[in-house]
């Protein structure tokens, strides 16, 4: 006999009795005995309505197959491109859901729901504590947040960055143009006769502690050479030394012009202004007696020798108008009454002429002086497109007294 948990595990119909032939040792004949079978379990049977047709499996390897048809004249392909291309123009043709235009009684009943809602809806009851809370917050809120107190070291520290920031700010709107150096005939004279001797150069320094002060005497040395050898120059030497210096200086002032033009008008103009602001603050600096900057890069520039930050000279900037005593000390300088004075001494005799003028004498140079605001406020119009600032017109005190008597 097999085991009741073995049995269970075997298939149904081993589970099952047999009928097989008895056999009597007694009788001749064969007799069997028949055994009647009788099922305990349930088998799912499919609903009557769908007898006949495709059952579920079949129904799914079906669609699988559809779906992977690659052949064009496949039925399920086509249809399945017909499905798509539906689904596409209906899309395409599917208007928008327009909003229904409320009415203004609509409108007024909708918003009278709103308000019977928000008052049937309870109120949330606060306690004492949050009342207190909520109370105390408010009132923070409301107050303003204490200034933190800075001592005297954070105040100088403060003000330091902030005067840095203000130099590098106008460092980078002044722009860097290129150096414009001015070459002589000696300074010809010095380069040629460097390049030509530029082993001998390198023969005095072989075999010694490049230093600085090997160098600087070597140099001293050639220097002295070179020097002795200009005074013995001839007359060809020298027009040839001016012609090579001539060249370098039209050479810079070419590429100099050529740096200018690479920016607009406005660009130099702001840089213009960046760089008169860096030398008033370059003189406040030395008056003050410190530093232009705490950074490094403008201490390194100190090394080297105070930077002037002269102005860029751009020649489509137009010309500023001048005055009627400026007009006057053109006149006097180019008369060449005050050659050999020094300017300050010429300045204060040309001062005092001014002074004793009369009025008519006077009206020569305020003619002038009108004459160069009315051609600075044309060209600036000209040049940038809108009117010339600090310049207004009908200012009948500055115009000459003919002018004024036309005017009036």
Known sequence: MLAPTLLSRLPIRSRLPLSRPIQHHSQAATSIVPCHLRRTYATPGRPRNVVGEPSRPVKRSVKKAAATATSPDSPAKQANEERKAAAATAKQTRQPRANKELTAEEKEARAARAREARALRPKKVLTDAQKEAKATKATKARQPRPKTKLTDAQKESRAAKALSAKHQALKRAALSPPTITSSSAYNAFISQNFKDNKEAFGSELSGKAVDRATVRATMSKLMTTFAAAWKERTAAETEHYN?????????????????????????????????????????????????????????????????????????????????????????????????????????????????????????KYVSLSYEDRERYKDEYSAVYGREAPHVTAGHESDAPAAVAAAAA
């Open 243 to 363: 012609h090579l210096g001539n060249e370098a200086n039209q050479a810079a002032l070419a590429e100099y012009k050529k740096w200018v033009e690479s920016h607009t008008i406005e660009e130099i103009k702001a840089a213009n202004i960046a760089r008169r602001q860096l030398r008033g603050l370059r003189r406040k600096n030395l008056k003050e007696g410190t530093s232009s900057s705490s950074s490094s890069s403008s201490m390194a520039e100190n090394k080297r020798g105070p930077k002037t930050w002269t102005s860029i000279v751009d020649e489509r900037q137009v010309k500023r108008p001048t005055t009627s005593f400026s007009q006057f000390v053109v006149n006097r300088h180019a008369s060449g009454d005050f050659k050999n004075i020094p300017t300050v001494d010429s300045m204060k005799l040309i001062s005092q002429e001014w002074r004793t003028l009369s009025a008519e004498e006077k009206d």
